[in-house]
């Protein structure tokens, strides 16, 4: 099959790595303005085909039907190449943020559906890993009760994306290239994963929240007008009782850095590190009126990493095989939770998501 990278930067390279991994030997072909990074890109991966022209590649060769083309541009330049790539006939996989806002995200979901391709978003990297897969089937289980509250919280200490991480890339924090701030970086990785588990079928965000915390240390050489933190008050419906979920994510600046997600039923409890698949998962319930915390086995750590689920995710779909993939609708969807809270924390008006229904109800 042929792989077509568009984004010849860290990112496209770890696609490329990731190619390595599937099943079947693919073709590497990858396009960059800059003639350096496209040099580079091509040095460290001879095979592959550059160019420094996306229209010049995809115009290059016909389509074959499980061409995948790869999006591994800054937010910016996510919708023109995804279209280019759509109604060039190829399936297309996209890097998070989908885009840079929910009418773009639409527009790109309606193109694919015309041309009868699919589109994914890589924000499913943490989708599929076994500690994962263990907290759903503990919920299938039934063990925990009726659920009725989750903690998401996620507040790394000094990780500001174009500042203490990736300093260099100075473009996340201009919201007209990034779209947005820590919500648009890891929002998209939080609402897969919440999601993914808790498979809802309507979301209300009741209320929203975000702030740019200041440090001596920001930068003034360049725009910075995005949020580092984020918070949010939802309620989860599927299945007879809401789940109410409380939402947090920040690039602490100030606060001491914390992570819990745990979620709670009327019979246990049930707690996990997300983004760490060395963490265990702690079950808690009550036995004889004492509290009993017990470790749920796991299983084994999944060969692929989170950067190459993306791919290899995306490629089975392709391919029509069971996969993890979020394509299309539940894609647009995941993102629409992401441009909600921005909308909520601005207007103060509650908003409510319709998603589309798949899996058991917990």
Sequence with gaps: MRLYIIGAGVIGRTHAEAAYKLSESVQLRVADTNANTLASFCEQFPEAVGFTDTQEMLNSEAAENDDIVIISTPPLAHFNPTKQALESGRHVLCEKPLAMNESQACEMIEIAEKNNRLLGCCSVRFKGMPHMETVKEVLRSGCLGDIYHVTFVNKWERSRSGIEYQP???????????????????????????????????????????????TEIDPLDTPFDVETHVGAFMTYHHGARPIHVHYER??????????????????????????????PVFRRYDKHGQIVEEQVETGPRSPYTIFDNPLLHFYRKVKGLESYANINEYALMNFRCITSLYSVAETGQKQTIDLPRKGVAL
């Design 250 to 279: 920040a690039s602490c600046a100030h606060g001491q850095e914390y992570v819990k997600a745990e979620i709670e039923g009327t019979l246990g409890s049930l707690r996990w590190t997300p983004f760490d698949s060395k963490q």
């Design 168 to 214: 260099s890339s100075r473009w996340f924090l201009d919201s007209t290239k990034s779209g947005g701030g820590v919500l648009m970086d890891w929002g998209p990785y939080d609402f897969t994963t919440l999601n993914d588990i808790l498979n809802p079928t309507k979301i209300e965000i009741n209320a929203s929240w975000n702030a740019q915390p200041i």
